[in-house]
């Protein structure tokens, strides 16, 4: 590999300063792409039963379910970087389930207390002079002058109702199937720390158990072009699946519970090849071959949340099966638990789903 690398840098004829100079700026690249904001969420949540009313109405031969979902921010540098809005978004992975109701719902609020008094005050000004010179002969001479003014003050005393802006905005996406919940930095809000959200679904009478795809990504406007546009950018991004079910099968639950574990030694197999890839050695010989256009592949970033989400085949797809073999392994496994879980369903439940 290293005499590989001394040939192509021969080839290339690039001096070492020149490959300093460029991995110093690879180096800063690297450091200015961490985010400003991570976000944390639990893997699992406990859906429970909802009585249907007059504002809540599930689909015909459906049942409705709450399912809560608490959400953690962190700033990790002493210096609060400017964070605009937070975007959350959050889809039902079963086609058959859609969003019934959510919470927190679009909130308007305003920066001051009360009402606004407003005073208004128009002042006008009319002023006229005369001057008049005179005179006969060398004799006589006589001047006379004069001034007149007039001055109108009209005072408006009134109260206006205190400007709104828009605190919180959360709607329905996918045709109903998922919905977003939008928050912005104001002075009354701050989005660093948790928040509780709700979601309430209409599921199939037989449901048990189910993913939800979370999405969140905290965005900030910059000016570019001397100011004259704007430009949003992402300083915050993460991508979660969160368990839910229904804590009232034993069945379930174990299941719910041995999926945890599964994430948990799969997230940690990843966490061992990630340092592994930090590594001095191999992250100088990473850079050193991007710097000389070296042929290599590259991993896709999110491939656990695409595992996750169950939209990859571990055996076909050639980014898992680039990951090494403790890795692999711990996948599989992961989508193993999976499939109990979202299958977990006892005798009774199947003669329901059945009928």
Not at 77 to 87: E, L, Y
Not at 219 to 243: H, P, W, Y
Request: with cysteine.
């Amino acid at each position: 590999m290293c005499s590989l690398l001394v040939s192509r840098v021969r080839s290339h004829l690039v001096s070492a300063p020149t490959i300093a100079f460029m991995l110093c700026l690879l180096a800063a690249a690297a450091a200015h792409a961490q985010p400003a904001i991570r976000f944390d969420l639990a893997p699992l949540s406990v859906a429970e039963n909802v009585h249907p009313c007059e504002s809540l109405r599930p689909l015909p031969g459906q049942r409705l379910i709450r399912i809560p979902l608490r959400i953690s921010a962190l700033v990790d540098s002493p210096q609060p970087p400017r964070i605009d809005q937070v975007m959350i978004q959050v889809h039902c992975i079963d086609s058959s389930i859609s969003v019934v109701d959510y919470a927190p719902r679009t909130e308007l609020a305003s920066p001051y207390e009360g009402n606004l008094e407003i005073n208004q005050t128009a002042e006008r000004n009319k002023q006229l002079g005369f001057t008049l010179d005179g005179g006969y002969g060398d004799m006589i001479e006589a001047k006379m002058s004069g001034e007149t003014s007039k001055k109108d003050v009209d005072n408006i005393k009134f109260r206006r109702v205190a400007p709104l802006e828009v605190v919180a905005a959360s709607g329905t996406l996918g045709r109903g199937h998922g919905v977003y919940f939008k928050l912005r930095s104001t002075a009354l809000q701050v989005l660093e720390g948790d928040k509780q959200f709700e979601v309430v679904l209409s599921v199939p009478q037989c449901w048990q158990s189910g993913l939800l795809d979370i999405q969140i990504a905290a965005n900030t406007s910059k000016k570019t072009f001397a100011g004259l546009d704007s430009e949003i950018r992402c300083v915050g991004r993460a991508e979660f699946v969160v368990a839910t079910f229904l804590d009232d099968d034993p069945a379930v639950r174990q299941a719910a519970m041995r999926l945890v574990e599964r994430e948990g030694a799969l997230r940690g197999a990843a966490a061992k090849f990630a340092h592994k890839k930090r590594s001095p050695s191999s992250s100088l010989f990473r850079q050193v071959a991007h710097v000389l256009d070296l042929k290599q592949d590259e991993i896709r970033h999110d491939w656990m949340y695409q595992v996750m989400r169950g939209t990859v085949d571990p055996h076909l797809d050639k980014n898992i099966r680039s990951l090494p073999m403790p890795v692999r392994i711990a996948i599989l496994d992961y989508q193993e638990a999976q499939q109990e879980f979202l299958n977990a369903a006892t005798p009774h439940q199947d003669v329901l789903a059945k009928q």
